[in-house]
Each structure stands twice: as structure tokens, then as C-alpha cells.
């Protein structure tokens, strides 16, 4: 099974920008979609955008507008771009594939 490994996390004041990046250990190209999850002290992890293959994306009502995820099948790596961070963002963020892997998870602190 592939490898996932997050970076990117941190602090960040509101209204701030991060970007995560999860690095696969084996091409992606064949991996039909690539996501990512949150999971806040207290809740159940939660889904925050996917993207497929072909480039189709979809976002949680909650980051629409505010995140964006691309992936490189080449660098075999995906990214979230997180803009104008609210407090309530606050989570671990991980990395998934449509066939199961996780990664270990980054922190994302957003707080003044």
C-alpha cells in the first residue's frame, strides 16, 4: 500500500495562509482520488476537499472558497492551499487515497 507523509502544518493567526503537501511513497497516477480530512479535539474526522485523477474537485461547504486542492501525478504529491484561516480550521489534517492509506496527520493551529 502507498505511503502518505504530510507537512506544511502550524500556527497561524486568523486570516493567515499554509500550505500542506502529502508526499506518496509510489506513483499516484493510478490512484483514483486523493483527499484531505480534518480532525478537531473532540469530533470525528471529517472530509475537507477531494480531488480525482482527472482534476475534479470537491470541497466541504466549510472551506469552499477559502481552500484548494491540486495534485501532481508527476511528483506524486498533493497539496491543500489554505486561505484566509479561521480558528474553527483548527485540526489535524491527513492525507487519503480512495484506497484506504492515511498518512500520520499535521497540526494546523489557527489562533491569534
Known amino acids: 500500500q502507498v505511503q502518505l507523509v504530510e507537512s506544511g502544518g502550524g500556527l497561524v493567526q486568523p486570516g493567515g495562509s499554509l500550505r500542506l503537501s502529502c508526499a506518496a511513497s509510489?506513483?499516484?497516477?493510478?490512484?483514483?482520488?486523493m483527499g484531505w480530512y480534518r480532525q478537531a479535539p473532540g469530533k470525528q474526522r471529517e472530509l475537507v476537499a477531494t480531488?480525482?485523477?482527472?482534476?475534479?474537485?470537491n470541497y466541504a461547504d466549510s472551506v469552499k472558497g477559502r481552500f484548494t486542492i491540486s495534485r501532481d501525478n508527476a511528483k506524486n504529491t498533493v497539496w491543500l492551499q489554505m486561505n484566509s484561516l479561521k480558528p474553527e480550521d483548527t485540526a489535524v489534517y491527513y492525507c487519503?487515497?480512495?484506497?484506504?492509506?492515511w498518512g500520520q496527520g499535521t497540526q494546523v493551529t489557527v489562533s491569534s
Open positions: 487519503n487515497t480512495n484506497e484506504g492509506a
Open positions: 480531488i480525482t485523477r482527472g482534476g475534479r474537485t
Open positions: 509510489r506513483s499516484i497516477f493510478s490512484i483514483y482520488v
